[in-house]
């Protein structure tokens, strides 16, 4: 059973407008999120994070939302470059119920910038 | 500063046969992680080194799978005897501090299994 779920295996975004990737969880006890991304015969690079006392974080471009009640996190990006085109993978972790330290990922979203 | 480094790239293997991949962290980074990601499948946390100490090993598939820090610097992840299953790429990672912290990834290894 998921419990990170990204549901958009793909998305397509112009160049300069925003991108939206979504993600789902379903474990109450996940109070740590992270967003990393992917290139092909790469490591995943972190991005950003948030942990469930916030509900908004900003770095630059990049801007993830928390909705606990939803158990929603999405990762805004704007304007959109063609140097983001990538997988991105949502990423959660159990910090304060003392679990485990391994993160749970979704399966990613591709995203493609199109000039 | 030199970021999480793994060896080898790549690794085609029979199978039955043994594969030792490698993973050094960041230095000075005392958690060191292993993730898998096989084919089609998210990325699955395997197992967390603290300092030379397994901290949790709950996501190792089998037996057939031995991690190793010896000295809680870099670390082995064997693979004796290897499966077709055992088929993906291995990430390895590492923190500083536990917690609300980044886990910094290597390159990772793809091993295949004939």
């Known amino acids: 059973d998921q419990q990170v779920k990204q549901n958009s295996p793909s998305l397509s975004v112009q160049e300069g407008r925003i991108s939206i990737l979504n993600c789902d969880y379903t474990?109450?006890?996940?109070?740590?999120f992270l967003w990393y991304k992917k290139y092909p015969a790469e490591g995943p690079t972190f991005l950003i994070s948030i942990s469930s006392i916030k509900d908004k974080n900003e770095d630059g471009r990049f801007t993830v939302f928390l909705n606990k009640s939803a158990k929603h996190l999405s990762l805004h990006i704007v304007p959109s470059q063609p140097g983001d085109s990538a997988v991105y993978f949502c990423?959660?972790?159990?910090?304060?119920?003392?679990?485990?330290?391994?993160?749970?990922f979704g399966k990613g979203t591709h995203l493609i910038i199109q000039p | 500063e030199a970021g999480v480094t793994q060896f080898p790239s790549h690794s085609v293997i029979e199978k039955g046969q043994t594969v030792t991949l490698r993973c050094d962290p960041i230095s000075g980074h005392d958690n060191l992680y292993w993730y898998r990601r096989v084919m089609g499948k998210e990325i699955k946390f395997l197992l967390h080194?603290?300092?030379?100490?397994?901290?949790?090993e709950s996501g190792m598939p089998n037996n057939r799978f031995l991690a190793e820090r010896t000295g809680g610097t870099y670390s082995t992840l064997k693979v004796q005897p290897a499966e077709l299953e055992d088929s993906g790429v291995y990430f390895c990672?590492?923190?500083?501090?536990?917690?609300?912290?980044?886990?910094?990834f290597g390159p990772g290894t793809r091993l295949l299994v004939l």
């Open positions: 080194f603290v300092k030379e100490s397994k901290q949790d």
């Open positions: 990672a590492s923190s500083q501090y536990r917690g609300y912290t980044t886990q910094y």
């Open positions: 990423a959660a972790i159990p910090i304060s119920g003392g679990g485990a330290d391994g993160l749970t």
């Open positions: 474990n109450s006890m996940f109070d740590y």
